[in-house]
């Protein structure tokens, strides 16, 4: 089953990761950033990259 809360007919192509669960609890209730996903989202964009995303484009509250 999908979440209830997953946008119906909508393709996300955010990268996520497992981290992706704690990104989307402290963005939903505005709690601090956790340093450790802030330290490792500041390597992947000196590297080039994207930060993980944190569900709230794949979910509809």
Known sequence: MISPYAKKGFVDHTQYDTTSILRLITTRYSLPKLPGLTARD???V???GKPMGDL???LQF
């Open 42 to 44: 500041a390597a992947m």
């Open 46 to 48: 000196a590297a080039g």
């Open 56 to 58: 709230t484009a794949a």
